[in-house]
């Protein structure tokens, strides 16, 4: 006997549900998921970065309002232009992420992360960074960023020398009200308390 049942093809996802959340900065909004994005932090603010590296963010930068998004497990903090209002261009930003995840395609790419691990060997294999900047950066990863992400902002630590650290911060930290108060009696403080040595943390803007 034939069996003229067609083989049943694998299901997509069809029900994807995306809120917002507002954050410190009036011009970053956080789009929440209910898919997993990535597996930890995947910082996009620079878009060359994007289009080797994440199909989707590649493609979210085609539209003329995103300045700049970082994806953080299953919410991606967009930060807008500002001549843009998030009345006109939320739903928009909305449907396009779950078309996007509805169609499954693939949103970072495979070896990012191990791009990631190679980039910090080489760094440490060069002398770039010492004992007291992986001290620091241990620091920043474990006290720092866990809180500043939960406001969808970012850190990134650039350089320490003679005392001073400089860091980048974006997403939702990087042009807020707040980002002076973050920076000096959150950051600045952890630090000191940690690392005696250290006497203030910069901004750097650039």
Known sequence: MFNFMKKEEPKKMSNVLIYTEQTPNPDTLKFVTSKILYDGIADFSNRTFAEEWSPMANEMYQLPYIQSLVFNKNFISIDKQMDFSWRDIMYEIKDFIKEYLISEKEIVKVGYREMLEKEWQRKKDSGEIDDVKEKIIEIIDQHVKPWIEQDG??????????????????????????????????????????????????????
Request: with cysteine; glycine share 12%; aromatic share 8%.
């Open 153 to 206: 902002g970012g850190i990134e630590f650039l350089s320490y020398e003679n005392g001073s650290v400089v860091v980048r911060l974006y997403g939702a930290c990087s042009s807020c009200s707040s980002a002076t108060v973050t920076l000096k009696a959150g950051v600045e403080q952890i630090l000191k308390s940690m690392i005696p040595e250290i006497k203030e943390v910069i901004q750097d803007f650039g």
